[in-house]
């Protein structure tokens, strides 16, 4: 067995290659020996941690998540404003093949959440804790004044990462819908919906040509 | 084998128990026998139609798409402007018995087309035209003067139909998150970010305890 020590880092570097493997080729074709290849650990020492390809995409769950969560707390404590909240929605949108793999593990996993109460649990928890950090973006860009003061926060957070799963999932399906997302955030067009006068007023100068019919 | 002039009204009401099962018990635990129950017609006849449990499915998920299909196509003819733009949009939200089943079938495929290429063409075809009706419902409230005319409509159909399936996977998921639905349709609350000034100010003579503080 590897040093304790070594023990957390080395199942992260696994769980990292299985991400790696899943934007190359998606969920459904990513193996142990797959991982194997691509981490330079042997299929045996895959097996000391993993004790089956479920449990290591479910590591995989695990390690998208934990690099969301840390995501979003940098964005909260380096960014401002609007900023911090369009950073940490885009984060979840599948633009590079980090964010793409991260986009299809989730998908994989919500749809076997539909019918296993354990595991959706485990997303109920991820959904709450990514809508609370969206939240206290949007309570930061309404003291910043950015934003309008009299939104509900909690249920504005709720409705923009549903608009970012939706997106994400659409461009997960259809080729059209990725080359939408990557010509011009649809996010930035929504969250300046919500901005004052002044923001929303600066957001017009920025050329949009996706949102907006050039006359 | 049944007479022609039946065998299309049969298919639909087997397609139809389906759905009414699947409303119930989810995707997972919907079964040939399940249907056979729901429906009166045996298992045998079901066979008939449908060669295995997955060919059932199918045909569920294309039943889905052809009341879909045909909600917003009656939408489109005698609703106007805002009214008929919400409804389609609201056709796809998990609200009642039928539309949950039409949400949880839509979503089970999904996940089967990330790795099918055949089935990914028929779910994108679906989303093709279900853009495109929500485009012809926006064009039509510009026209009306409800929505501002200078905004592209295939993008924000597409931004809109984006946050509508996110909405609904957040709602199957978790609870709270259904609930909010059933309170106050976000849908409402960011259509009217888009109308004019006018529409917009009736908005807002519109109680709406979801998305703003009261003060």
């Given at each position: 067995m590897p040093?304790?020590?070594d023990h957390d880092e080395r199942r992260r570097q696994i769980c990292d290659a299985l991400l790696d493997v899943t934007a190359e080729v998606?969920?459904?074709?990513?193996?142990?020996?797959?991982?194997a290849e691509r981490s330079g650990?042997?299929?045996?020492?895959?097996?000391?941690?993993?004790?089956n390809r479920k449990d290591l995409l479910l590591g995989g769950l695990r390690r998208a998540a934990e690099i969301h969560s840390e995501h979003n707390t940098r964005m909260l404590s380096t960014l401002e404003g609007l900023q911090?909240?369009?950073?940490?929605?885009?984060?979840?949108?599948?633009?590079?093949r980090r964010r793409l793999a991260m986009c299809r593990i989730f998908f994989f996993f919500y749809a076997e959440a539909?019918?296993?109460?354990q595991l959706r649990l485990e997303i109920e928890s991820y959904l709450v804790g990514w809508r609370r950090s969206v939240a206290r973006a949007i309570r930061q860009a309404q003291e910043k004044g950015d934003l309008q003061p009299h939104l509900d926060a909690r249920s504005i957070s709720a409705d923009l990462i549903g608009l970012v799963e939706g997106l994400a999932t659409h461009a997960m399906l259809d080729p059209s819908a990725l080359a939408r997302l990557q010509e011009f955030s649809p996010i930035r067009f929504w969250v300046r919906r919500l901005a004052l006068p002044s923001e929303a007023a600066r957001d017009d100068a920025i050329s949009d040509p996706v949102h907006q019919v050039v006359a």
């Open positions: 040093r304790i020590v998606g969920v459904a074709s990513a193996t142990i020996r797959g991982v650990w042997s299929t045996g020492v895959i097996g000391h941690f993993f004790k911090a909240l369009e950073s940490i929605l885009e984060g979840a949108m599948p633009l590079d539909m019918c296993d109460e």
